[in-house]
């Protein structure tokens, strides 16, 4: 199995220690490793490393590679824009296939947590092997324990059970809900939440590309045949530009007749928030998560992270406070989504030096 | 009239704005200047600049030179330790009267706020008139307005007024009282508040020492004896190392029987903590006081203070937040008088660079 980790974007919910150079997936945000370090962890116990390849931003690379000491520059593949994640993976797959034409590829967020890594090996041989049998574009569905209305789900046919594990043909990819509505996904029994990985011959994805996206299939085309030559980095540079931004969900999986899911046992996060990284810590007898320089007198219930600075609360309950750098955020728990919002006004202001 | 600072004491209340360095009389806490530089501007408008002495430890002195440009620093008496306040009132006492044994010496704490000048004056100068005609110790009260819980008070005879103003007869000091205690002075019409300032004949107050603190009389008597000569400092070095602790208020005020108020109708706070420094400051539309680089979003009735690092606080209430160097203090309102204990444990984990 190839494995395309997607390390691009930028965090801006854990502002203020998410930066532009320093998004969420390269932060040590729970755990004590990065969710990038971590999956590229649970990875190598799956495939060969050299297989294993990163999908980022320039700005990104010299960090991605501080954070990870033993990744090889060259599996890292440098994307000119982000573009979300069709345009990403297709140029992934177009460099593994010129390659190795016959290539199994899996896909994989480099930001969410999953801690049960033998359930995930499960999982992710059972998507291979299915992948390498079929015509098929797997994706992994996580069995929803609550009605989240962060996730986006994936519905699929409850009779349509193939394999031992539980590979499913699907029905409908449906956006994050509304509360009611992710009630009604989670009593129907027919729905998983979308983990956003995948799995596929490279030919079949591409085959797909053809089909529903083929503008992008024919720029992806470009961009292939130059692979290995001098000229490529200018051809990257000019088809990229013309390729519009879409996400693999909604350019691809969403219309493809062949997609399946795979039933993941495995515990998994999107992390989406602070709110979900103080869920995901244990807390101390006052129910707090106290990180670094923290000093707490009748306070309960909060997330408290500096490393440098002192921070002394007392007498509060219920509060997200984070120092980083030159910034501190507080906010109560539960508010923890609004954080964008201060990216997006230091952005409108101008305040590069927070960013 | 001669005036005397008192400007010692370590201010716990207002960390981390507050350090050893720097007590809250130093701080601009309120109204955009220092509180000494407020009191002393204060007592400009009423006596001649080369008549105001300030007492203070070492550590405060260059701090204070700073802090008043213009003030000389010949005016500045250094005691050798904190003793409270009576030895300071006392050696201040000692030294103007060695130059002046007519002297009537007002006496005043520098961390006190006060706004309106023209009744500060006019009482005063009430209390200057009787000091100077009448053997007596002249305290100055404020009609209280709430019954507050964290100030002395003073008993006065209704039916002892004297002059036109108000100078009354003293009946008793009371401590902080508790609720129902405070709700009862308040309610009787006898009670002021006890605003730490007092007027005198040099003479009369050191006939008090001679009576009520016979020990410390004497220690002062040697002191003032080798005032203007080489030893001096030594002198008063060896003195005031067996001098005893002792308020004024205690040691003096409640046992004389020559004590008067006179009834101050000025505003005035002891700006005792940062509750009161939130009260004190004028509101924004959302109640709240931000001073500096603070971004608020979705935030009530809080005080957010920052010089330096950016403070966001997003979905947030009735909360107090100050940055100051490397520490943050993040309190709910109504709890601020916790604040020293934050202090008292950096003491005990000798965390002195937060101190």
Request: net charge positive; hydrophobic share 40%; proline share 3%.
């Amino acid at each position: 199995m190839y494995a395309v980790i997607i390390a691009g974007g930028i965090g801006k919910r854990f502002w203020p220690r998410s930066r532009r150079e320093r998004p969420k997936q390269l932060l040590d945000i729970v755990d004590g490793a990065s969710m990038l370090q971590m999956t590229y962890e649970r990875l190598k116990q799956l495939t060969d490393e050299k297989k294993i390849y990163i999908i980022t931003g320039q700005s990104l690379k010299d960090c991605i590679l501080k954070n990870l000491k033993d990744f090889s520059e060259k599996n890292i593949i440098v994307e000119p824009s982000g573009k979300n994640t069709a345009p990403a993976i297709g140029l992934a797959t177009t460099l593994i296939m010129a390659k190795d034409p016959q290539a199994v590829i899996g896909i994989f967020p480099s930001d969410h947590l999953i801690r049960d890594l033998a359930e995930f090996k499960k999982a992710i041989n059972e998507g291979f092997r299915f992948a390498s049998d079929h015509n098929a574009l797997v994706t992994f569905g996580i069995k929803p324990t609550r009605p989240a209305t962060g996730y986006g789900y994936i519905q699929f046919d409850k009779n349509s059970k193939v394999g031992e594990g539980g590979v499913y043909k699907v029905k409908t990819f449906a956006e994050k809900p509304n509360l009611e509505t992710a009630q009604r996904f989670l009593e129907s029994g027919e729905f998983f939440w979308n983990s956003g990985m995948f799995i596929w011959r490279g030919s079949n994805i591409m085959n797909a590309y053809k089909l529903l996206l083929p503008e992008i299939y024919e720029n992806l085309k470009i961009i292939g045949e130059s692979f290995g030559n001098p000229e490529y980095e200018a051809v990257l540079k000019r088809q990229w530009s013309s390729i519009h931004s879409v996400s693999v969900d909604y350019g691809i999986m969403e219309k493809a007749k062949n997609v399946y899911v795979v039933a993941g046992k495995f515990d998994w996060s999107d992390v989406g928030s602070w709110d979900a990284v103080y869920e995901l810590q244990t807390k101390d007898a006052h129910g707090n998560v106290a990180i670094g320089n923290v000093f707490t007198l009748n306070t309960t219930n909060s997330y408290l992270y500096s490393r440098k600075n002192l921070i002394a609360a007392v007498g509060v309950s219920d509060l997200i406070v984070v120092q980083s750098k030159d910034a501190i955020l507080i906010t109560r728990r539960g508010s923890s989504e609004q954080v964008k919002e201060i990216v997006d006004w230091l952005e409108r202001e101008k305040k590069s030096e927070y960013l």
